[in-house]
């Protein structure tokens, strides 16, 4: 395998710090030609002197006048996008939080790039789009969500969607799993931070609490792998260790199974379609807990009952749940509303009429007026930071 340049978006967070970490164990095999930060540079400038980054950009542009240094820095994202279209790389991994990384995917693509992607929201908000661009122009698309890794790679050798009678998508159930319902409404902050099984950034943390992570993932799903919405089913198994399953139309499932660490993934989504050795560490099958799997309560969880109606729904809907979604979070986070609200505030923005086939100018459009009228009613000026 000659080495592979990638192009790291969003190196600076959960997702991008075990890809560093992949890439500095098989420093032979993959090297970064560009990484990213939104905020901390100082973080982005660590990992360009440890694994000798040539390219750095920062998205946030206000940082521009703040940060002293003379390395050559890209500011803002419209420097960026230049630079994806005409940077030398092989893969880029987009690892950015929330709707932001969706014009950087279509980037990727546009410029006939190869994709590993662990930004989810690319393919809720414009999942049609996306793929149809894939295909036309050639490029792989790989994803880093567990989930959808372990169906990718369950997939192999067995791809005939004729084939597949369904797909499973497991759940740990986040932190409220075993919280009655009558409680939900004394869930604190700090309690919807701690997830049982993952550590990931707060945004992702937050929605598996609520469970529009797995919302978004059945939409992601819907995309990847062409199903329908009736052959995606959810099921909660608190222990994930088993990523997702496939059920072929014999009756046959097979499933992907690890301890729960994204290196995992991502390694599969840069070296694929090889296999290299481990970076995270080898699963002991006799020491792991018992495995168990139980249905979703939607009453609940109903902002995941949501997704499937607007998943099937499709058009502008899928966008409409997603920046509702980003914004209600970012309030919960400022402890601004209740967990409760997150849901609610999802509800009433969905109360919209649909727009069929949406192109990405309308797509990016809505999802700002969307988010700007939830912070509106909250009485905050700024646009969601998450
Ligand atoms: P994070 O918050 O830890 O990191 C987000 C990264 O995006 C940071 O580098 C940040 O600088 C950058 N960023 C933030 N706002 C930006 C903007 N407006 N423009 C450009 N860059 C911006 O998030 P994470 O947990 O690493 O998740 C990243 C993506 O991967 C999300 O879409 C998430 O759903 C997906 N994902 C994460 C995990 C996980 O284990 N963390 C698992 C599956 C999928
Ligand atoms: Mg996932």
Redo the contacts with the bound molecule.
């Keep these: 395998m000659s080495k592979k340049k990638i192009a790291l978006?969003?190196?600076?967070?959960?997702?991008?710090k075990?890809t560093i970490e992949v890439v500095k164990k098989h420093y032979d095999k993959f090297e970064i030609a560009l990484a990213?930060?939104?905020?901390?540079h100082k973080i982005l400038f660590e990992y360009a002197e440890k694994l000798n980054i040539p390219y750095l950009a920062i998205?946030?542009e206000k940082l521009k006048s703040k940060i002293n240094t003379n390395k050559k820095i890209y500011f803002g994202?419209d420097k960026l996008l230049e630079l994806l279209n005409n940077l030398n790389y092989d893969i880029l991994l987009n690892?950015?939080?929330?709707s932001?990384?969706l014009r950087y995917t279509v980037a990727g693509l546009r410029s006939k790039h190869n994709i590993a992607l662990?930004?989810?929201?690319s393919l809720v908000m414009a999942g049609d789009i996306i793929i149809k661009m894939a295909k036309k122009n050639e490029c792989r698309l790989i994803p880093?969500?567990?989930e959808h890794s372990a169906i990718m790679q369950c997939l192999l050798g067995n791809s005939l969607s004729s084939q597949i009678r369904k797909i499973i998508l497991t759940a740990s159930g986040g932190p409220f799993n075993n919280w009655k319902l009558e409680d939900f409404d004394k869930i604190k902050l700090k309690d919807t931070l701690k997830h049982p099984t993952?550590?990931?950034?707060?945004?992702?943390t937050i929605?598996s609490a609520t469970m529009a992570?797995k919302g978004?993932e059945v939409i992601e799903a819907h995309h990847l792998f062409g199903l329908k919405y009736e052959q995606i089913e959810v099921v909660i198994h608190p222990q994930s260790i088993i990523h997702s399953m496939v059920e072929f139309i014999d009756g046959s499932i097979l499933s992907q199974m690890s301890y729960p660490d994204?290196k995992i993934p991502i390694q599969f989504a840069l070296s694929y379609p090889e296999r290299i050795p481990a970076s995270a560490q080898f699963t002991d099958i006799t020491s792991l807990p018992d495995l168990t799997f139980h249905k979703v309560d939607y009453d609940k969880f109903p902002i995941l009952k949501i997704a499937y109606q607007v998943g099937k729904a499709g058009g502008i809907m899928p966008t409409i749940f997603n920046a509702s979604n980003e914004a209600a979070v970012s309030l919960f986070l400022r402890e601004k509303i209740k967990f409760n609200d997150i849901y609610k505030i999802i509800e009433k923005s969905l109360n919209k009429s649909n727009i069929a086939n949406p192109d990405l100018e309308t797509i990016l459009s809505i999802d700002k007026k969307v988010k700007k009228e939830i912070l509106a009613t909250a009485n905050l000026r700024e646009l969601t930071r998450?």
């Design positions: 978006l969003g190196a600076t967070g959960s997702i991008g075990s990213t930060a939104h905020k901390n998205t946030n994202e690892a950015v939080v929330g932001a990384g662990a930004n989810k929201e880093i969500d567990s993952w550590k990931m950034g707060k945004k992702i929605d992570n978004l994204m998450i």
